[in-house]
């Protein structure tokens, strides 16, 4: 069946860097989009960004934008995420979703989620 599997969360100060990953099985990884989306304890999900499937063309909101990076190998069907220049308010549960991000994707084709904290 279809996995997801982040990894690389943890502690950063702002203004630090991080870069999560995310370990995908159980389908054709190279023949789909991905994304990254993230969640607040009592808020909704929030997408972050997503890479077409030879990670020619890239998106990203524009909360994260000239800060983070997604990047992909599909020839290790992993999905990665850079994230540089950390202020607090990047604090949440990310996750690593197949497919363009939209209420279905992230419902139903979503991993467990890594928790990065920003905080000094």
């Known amino acids: 069946q279809v996995q997801l599997v982040e990894s690389g969360g943890g502690l950063a100060q702002p203004g630090g860097s991080l870069r999560l990953s995310c370990a995908a099985s159980?389908?054709?990884?190279?023949?789909?989009?991905m994304s990254w989306a993230r969640q607040v304890p009592g808020k909704g999900p929030e997408w972050v960004a997503s890479i077409s499937i030879d990670g020619t063309n890239t998106y990203y909101s524009h909360s994260v934008k000239g800060r983070f990076t997604i990047s992909r190998d599909n020839a290790k069907s992993t999905l990665y995420l850079r994230m540089n220049t950390l202020k607090p308010e990047d604090t949440a549960l990310y996750y690593c979703?197949?497919?363009?991000?939209?209420?279905?994707?992230?419902?139903?084709?979503r991993g467990q989620g890594t928790q990065v904290t920003v905080s000094s």
């Open positions: 159980g389908f054709t990884f190279s023949t789909d989009v």
């Open positions: 979703v197949r497919g363009f991000y939209n209420n279905y994707s992230f419902a139903n084709f």
